[in-house]
């Protein structure tokens, strides 16, 4: 089972990422818990490349290269093959992040990143994709708040450091390309607190539970 999480920075994911293995874990099932950028090892290094403030200066077509690059590896030499080894896959961020940040976000045509998507992940669509919605306001203090937590700078991390205006489209994206996709996203209010949420997402991987 591949599963996908996805939203706005500051919504959660990684609390959830974290809650779900746990509880598949205790159900009996293997997991595997990846995310996007950075989910193999070139994958890696182009997440440092992504996510460093010196790329500021970056091409909006020569980022998309660099996240399509870091999906279509991490289908091969990750995802894929744990899928075939029967796990539950689940990765936070994936094809939809490129079709809400770069389209929605940034301005490049969501249907074109959709075909060009298709050629990174050949042919493995996640089979459920939990949307976890939040305002941006509350995403991005949560964020920032979780920076000086962890000793990094307010304005560490390139797309914490963008304007609310732009998470308000990558918001508004998430919610426009989720409806588009209604067989395949399942949307959580994170406003809740990460122990109402999971209920929530636990109810979702249910039913997928031998
Ligand atoms: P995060 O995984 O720590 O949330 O940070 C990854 C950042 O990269 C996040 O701001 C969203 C962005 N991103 C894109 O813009 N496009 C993509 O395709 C992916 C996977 C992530």
């Known amino acids: 089972m591949f599963i996908t999480l996805e939203g706005i920075e500051g919504t959660g994911k990684s609390t959830q990422l974290k809650l779900m293995a746990e509880y598949l874990e205790s ?7 990846t995310r996007e950028p950075g989910g193999s090892d070139l994958g890696r290094e182009l997440r440092r490349m992504l996510l460093h403030m010196d790329s500021q200066g970056m091409a909006p077509t020569a980022e998309l290269f660099l996240y399509l690059a870091d999906r279509a590896q991490h289908v091969a030499q990750v995802i894929r093959p744990a899928l075939e080894a029967g796990k539950w896959v689940i990765s936070d961020r994936f094809a939809d992040s490129t079709v809400v940040y770069q389209g929605y976000g940034r301005g490049l045509d969501p249907k074109l990143l959709h075909s060009l998507n298709a050629v990174a ?37 390139r797309f914490e450091a963008e304007a609310l205006d732009f998470h308000r489209r990558v918001r508004e994206g998430y919610l426009t390309w989720a409806a588009l996709h209604p067989d395949r996203f399942r949307l959580v209010d994170g406003k809740e607190t990460p122990e109402v949420v999971f209920q929530r997402v636990r109810d979702l991987l249910e039913p997928h539970l031998p």
């Open 27 to 33: 159900r009996g099932q293997d997991v595997l818990l």
């Open 121 to 157: 992940v050949d042919g493995l669509w996640p089979e459920m994709t939990i949307l976890l919605d939040l305002d941006p306001e509350t995403g991005l203090n949560r964020a920032l708040a979780r920076n000086l937590r962890e000793g990094k700078s307010r304005e560490e991390g």
